[in-house]
């Protein structure tokens, strides 16, 4: 191989065979200058082209090879990203496209059957704390007494959520060009003068309907919701129609104003408790899909976003207080 990397080691290893043959001849070494220094990776004879760090020996040709492998896979994905980027600026929508493909899915939920309507008390739009100082003392609570929740405040509490608070039908809380596709299914565990069982609020004449299902307590006990909404003596379902969103917005993906309007009611089931010195969380950790199926909701096209148990605060365990 005429190159001139492989004369360099030639002479080093030529240098090398007479530097070993002196030595053995007349015990002394003699001192040479080496004109190349040896590379440290190479102990083959013949010589092994150029070294990669680490000792690895790799003819030229390799080297070559690899190197222009490189460099033609870094322009390929030049350009790949290059064309990727255009496309967005050419078509700003492309990304959230699919989503809304999906959403359009969505169908009303199917009615629900109710037994028998439950009149609730008027709620007051008054209260002992001023807003500030509910918001000041707003907590998570997640232990509740024994103490039974009366209807007043029950009644207070789902106005607070959904109730209509004008004739023009606007609710407590609110909704994306008045969609308001919430509906909420209460579980009651503990209620003064209510039986257990689940209901349907009715916003519009503030009333409970009885769905019909005494042992909706346990069945979400069953379904594995956290402590809070096994003790709590009720129980707030917040369970949207997509569908009702994607009426008022049909090229949109309903879900972030659902979730966003979800938030919404939380926040005032909170800022009620509070203001009744009593106690709630919302909760989003749970299996939905198991719960909305024990409660015997239209799965595919109403979905449940939180859980809210609601009750007399009771005595938290240190752990609890500090959580
Ligand atoms: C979207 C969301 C989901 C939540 N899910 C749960 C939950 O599954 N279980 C729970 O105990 N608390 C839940 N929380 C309550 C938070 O843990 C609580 O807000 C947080 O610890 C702050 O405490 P604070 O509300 O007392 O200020 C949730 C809160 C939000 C906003």
Redesign the pocket.
């Known amino acids: 191989m005429p190159n001139s990397q492989f004369s360099q080691n030639k002479l080093v290893n030529n240098i090398e065979m007479k530097d070993n043959m002196s030595e053995n001849v007349s015990g002394v070494k003699p001192v040479v200058t080496t004109p190349v220094a040896k590379k440290d990776c190479c102990d083959k004879p013949e010589g092994c082209g150029n070294c990669m760090k680490g000792g690895m020996p790799l003819r030229k040709e390799s080297l070559s090879f690899i190197t222009l492998f490189m460099v033609g896979l870094t322009t390929l994905l030049a350009v790949l990203l290059i064309n990727e980027k255009r496309s967005q600026v050419n078509n700003p929508t492309a990304m959230t496209q699919p989503e809304t493909v999906v959403a359009m899915e969505y169908k009303m939920p199917a009615s629900k059957v109710i037994t028998t309507v439950v009149e609730l008390p008027e709620p007051k739009i008054d209260g002992n704390l001023s807003l500030e100082e509910t918001i000041q003392n ?3 609570r ?1 232990v509740y007494s024994d103490e039974p929740v009366t209807m007043a405040e029950l009644s207070q509490i789902l106005w607070s959520a959904q109730g209509e608070t004008d004739e023009a039908g606007h609710r407590a809380a609110p909704s994306a060009k008045g969609a308001y596709p919430f509906s909420l299914y209460v579980v009651v565990r503990n209620v003064d003068g209510l039986d257990n069982g689940l209901y349907l609020y009715n916003p519009t004449n503030h009333t409970l309907g009885n769905l019909g299902m005494a042992n909706a307590p346990e069945r979400i006990v069953e379904a594995g919701v ?1 402590d ?1 909404s096994v003790t709590a003596p009720v129980v707030i379902t917040l369970a949207a129609s997509p569908a009702k969103m994607l009426e008022k917005f049909p090229d949109a993906d309903p879900m972030p104003n659902v979730y966003m309007e979800g ?1 919404h009611i ?1 926040q005032n089931i ?1 800022l009620q408790a509070e203001s009744l010195e009593m106690g709630t ?6 299996d939905k899909m198991a719960v909305a199926k024990v409660l015997g909701l239209d799965v595919e096209n109403e979905m449940i976003v ?1 859980l809210v148990p609601f009750g007399h605060i009771g005595e938290a365990p240190e752990a609890e207080a500090a ?1």
Request: net charge positive; proline share 0%; hydrophobic share 20%.
């Open positions: 707003r907590r998570s997640r956290q809070n938030g939380g909170y969380v919302v909760t989003g950790g749970f939180y959580h």
